[in-house]
């Protein structure tokens, strides 16, 4: 059997299965199977496969049937400009998240020495590709998750910038010390009870701790919010992610807190996702 039998074979079994990015899916794992790049399988359709390739791949493809997200398969996801190792105690990075890395980048000067906290830094993706950015800039990661810190410390390591950041397995409640020019975060925001209706890719595979934001999905971030305007120095930065649904409650979280808004942003599919604020102190 050559590349192109299988993959059409695939992709036909995989149809039954899914609806989205079918032909796309298998030849990510196909390529995955190979050690190739896609580009490089793509033009290589006649290459013959080996048995184990084969088993390999098959293996690869009833996950993919019960939905289990590609990245979790394979391991990674890019994001901004690396890849990032992922698996099931860590959300997968999303391309929406590069408007928040945007967004802090618009801030944080590039000539200056800054301290960044990432809140619930899951894979690292946020403060590792801000890091990458600025090299001046030093950072502090925390999350709940013990796994999560591990992906995001392998994750320093292969990208190179152990040096300017620490990670911790803490709750922000149990941060006391240190003053930040910026705190990033993309905390849990889905409300709790419309985490039934999300994706089964999601929803069956995704750390429901990374997703949960209580009753109306604002209850981490309003922790947060008070919480940073304690950690923040006076004029220090907060760049988080939200859900569109709930900017009006998060405007007057911050301003209640005594933040200014700077910024709201949107997405690729133009749907409000960050926020930016200054915290008056
Ligand atoms: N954007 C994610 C989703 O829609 C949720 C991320 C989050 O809760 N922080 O699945």
Redesign the pocket.
């Known amino acids: 059997m050559n590349c192109i039998q299988i993959l059409n074979k695939s992709q036909k079994e995989l149809k039954k299965f899914n609806k989205k990015n079918v032909e796309l899916d298998c030849e990510i794992l196909l390529s995955n199977v190979l050690k190739v790049t896609r580009e490089n399988l793509l033009i290589n359709l006649n290459k013959k496969l080996e048995k184990k390739e084969k088993i390999f791949f098959f293996k690869y493809v009833e996950r993919r049937k019960k939905k289990e997200p590609i990245a979790y398969i394979i391991g990674y996801k890019d994001f901004w400009k690396k890849r990032f190792y992922v698996n099931k105690k860590v959300?997968i990075p999303?391309p929406?998240t590069e408007v928040l890395v945007e967004e802090a980048l618009k801030f944080i000067p590039s000539n200056k020495s800054q301290r960044i906290m990432d809140v619930g830094t899951g894979s690292g993706c946020i403060l590792l590709s801000i890091l990458l950015e600025r090299k001046k800039c030093f950072g502090v990661g925390i999350d709940v998750s013990k796994e999560a810190i591990h992906i995001a410390k392998y994750n320093a390591k292969i990208q190179q910038l152990e040096n300017r950041l620490k990670f911790f397995n803490a709750n922000i409640d149990n941060i006391c010390t240190g003053k930040y020019d910026f705190i990033v975060s993309?905390?849990?925001?889905?409300n709790k009870n419309k985490i039934k209706y999300?994706e089964e890719d999601?929803r069956l595979f995704e750390p429901c701790l990374?997703?949960d934001?209580g009753m109306h999905g604002t209850s981490v971030t309003e922790k947060l919010i008070r919480k940073s305007s304690k950690l923040l120095k006076k004029n220090g930065k907060m760049i988080i992610?939200i859900q569109s649904e709930s900017v009006n409650r998060i405007k007057n979280m911050l301003i209640r807190n005594n933040f200014f808004i700077n910024n709201i942003s949107r997405d690729l599919s133009n749907k409000i996702r960050c926020i930016v604020s200054t915290n008056l102190g």
């Open positions: 959300l999303r929406d993309n905390p849990p925001y889905i999300l999601v990374a997703l934001g992610e």
